[in-house]
């Protein structure tokens, strides 16, 4: 168990110090990874940007992932198809919840970026870090934005994570780094005696 994100962070940049010598950016997908992946990238001294994904949760249940929707123009897409089916929801209601995502999208940019054009370079090996990973939805999304964009190689890190979500993961990345793979993660928190949701101001906090 993690003590919170930054112990979990530092054990993570431990797990990737190999990646010390390359050209890297390192990828925190906000809110809950920026604080693991600034551990990263101070302990490997590489920049540290955002990379905007939100879940497209249920309608009736928030933590249902049915996919998640990134940043971009055009932004890149995963569904969860066989949940979607299995809830009955329409086209139309999917698009709904993806312009949702969307406007907070750009809240988030305006936020956080104040205009700045996100870092990005094809060429660097991106390593895309969140905090942990259950359904995998927001990662995979992310890992399909930088595909669209041709980086060179993609690194997906994350201080725990689903055995089964490694696997699909391994198949659409050219690395998976994690300190520890479970069987069954329901809920991520589970791992971190401190799991306190994090404000706007404490991202900001870790970009400066």
Same mark, same amino acid.
């Given at each position: ?5 930054m ?10 110090? $190999?990646?010390?010598?390359?050209n ?5 997908i ?13 302990? &490997?001294?590489?920049? &540290?940007? &955002? ?59 305006? &936020? ?35 595909? $669209? ?30 300190? $520890? ?10 791992y ?17």
């Amino acid at each position: 168990m993690f003590r919170n994100r930054m112990d979990a962070g530092e054990q993570l940049a431990l797990k990737l110090k $190999n990646h010390t010598a390359d050209n890297c950016i390192i990828y925190a997908i906000p809110r809950g990874g920026v604080p693991v992946a600034h551990q990263i990238a101070i302990f &490997l001294n590489k920049p &540290l940007e &955002l990379l905007i994904v939100r879940k497209l949760g249920s309608p009736w249940e928030e933590e249902l992932a049915l996919g998640a929707v990134t940043e971009g123009d055009p932004p890149s897409y995963y569904l969860e198809q066989g949940m979607i089916r299995s809830l009955g929801m329409d086209a139309t209601a999917i698009d709904d919840l993806i312009r949702s995502r969307k406007k907070e999208i750009e809240r988030m940019q305006l &936020l956080f970026r104040h205009g700045r054009k996100m870092l990005i370079d094809p060429n660097a090996t991106a390593i895309i870090v969140d905090d942990g990973i259950a359904t995998g939805s927001t990662v995979k999304a992310a890992v399909r934005f930088l595909r $669209n964009i041709d980086q060179k190689r993609i690194v997906v890190a994350a201080p725990v994570a689903d055995q089964i979500v490694v696997d699909e993961l391994e198949k659409l990345a050219d690395e998976v780094v994690c300190v $520890n793979v479970v069987h069954g993660l329901y809920a991520v928190g589970e791992y971190y005696r401190d799991f306190s949701q994090l404000s706007d101001e404490e991202v900001m906090g870790y970009l400066r």
